[in-house]
């Protein structure tokens, strides 16, 4: 198991189980030293089983607050969230940055209430995917660029649009130095589908991993954790490590984010 993961949701999100402290306790017993919460960030809309609504935010932040001091003596606990990049929620993504102390940034909708990253199958989709992760790192609006290659869910071949992405988001990576994760989530945990081009994974997939290690980007492992006995099994971490197997990726498990993110800040706009 991993010593240190920021990518942990809790129930506010509408799909995952468990109490925050069954995450802390679990984490603890998993060998976690540092714990970051990133619930995916409410938004002037509510969608059930996607986010917490706006109504939960304060619960979300004294809950994971108050476990933060409960549990100093065992575990170093950090407040986040999970966000994407939408242009005409800039004033909501504003205070976040300001309020929380990390942000990671899952692009998981092509524009506000629009078509779901998980649902490309164009490469005009890649591209306007790949557009908004580069406003955001331009921007300062993220930390970690948490499953780059979630736009492959749906995606039927890797193809030159593929390849040309990955380099972007690596090209995007090293000029903001912001680390991309290799993501432990729901793309392992459904297991391999087969896609127009062979079997392997929706994410993630191994051609952006090519392009990140030869580029020499930062790579850090998130476990996405949506119910609390993910901290306890290695499984989808090893699953992770098998698609990247055999390539030099630049893996940071002793990476500082939060003092990263106290600098990124103040980049912000």
């Not at 998130?222 to 090893?238: A, R």
Request: net charge negative; hydrophobic share 35%.
């Amino acid at each position: 198991m991993l010593e240190r993961n920021f990518h942990t949701h809790t129930a506010r999100c509408g799909h995952a189980a468990g109490s925050d402290e069954q995450y802390v306790e679990n984490a603890i017993r998993g060998g976690v030293k540092i714990l970051g919460f990133s619930d995916h960030a409410p938004y002037h809309r509510e969608d059930p089983g996607e986010r917490m609504n706006l109504s939960e935010l304060n619960g979300y932040v004294q809950s994971i607050t108050a476990l933060k001091q409960k549990y100093a003596d065992q575990i170093e606990i950090h407040l986040g969230l999970e966000v994407e990049c939408y242009k005409d929620q800039w004033d909501l993504l504003a205070q976040y940055r300001k309020d929380f102390e990390y942000l990671i940034l899952g692009q998981h909708e092509l524009c506000f209430q629009g078509e779901s990253s998980y649902d490309i199958r164009t490469p005009a989709g890649l591209n306007t995917y790949t557009d908004l992760i580069g406003y955001a790192c331009e921007h300062g609006l993220c930390d970690i660029i948490a499953h780059p290659d979630v736009c492959m869910w749906s995606y039927p071949v890797i193809d030159d649009t593929v390849q040309a992405i990955a380099e972007r988001i690596a090209a995007l990576s090293l000029h903001y130095d912001i680390p991309v994760e290799l993501n432990a989530g729901s793309g392992v945990r459904v297991g391999k589908r087969m896609y127009q081009d062979g079997l392997r994974y929706p994410y993630p997939v191994r051609i952006f991993f090519e392009t990140f290690a030869k580029k020499h980007c930062k790579v850090l492992i998130g476990l996405d954790v949506h119910d609390p006995s993910l901290f306890l099994t290695d499984l989808y971490i090893n699953r992770c490590l098998e698609v990247i197997e055999g390539l030099d990726v630049n893996l940071l498990y002793d990476y500082d984010l939060i003092a990263e993110a106290k600098k990124r800040k103040a980049l912000f706009y």
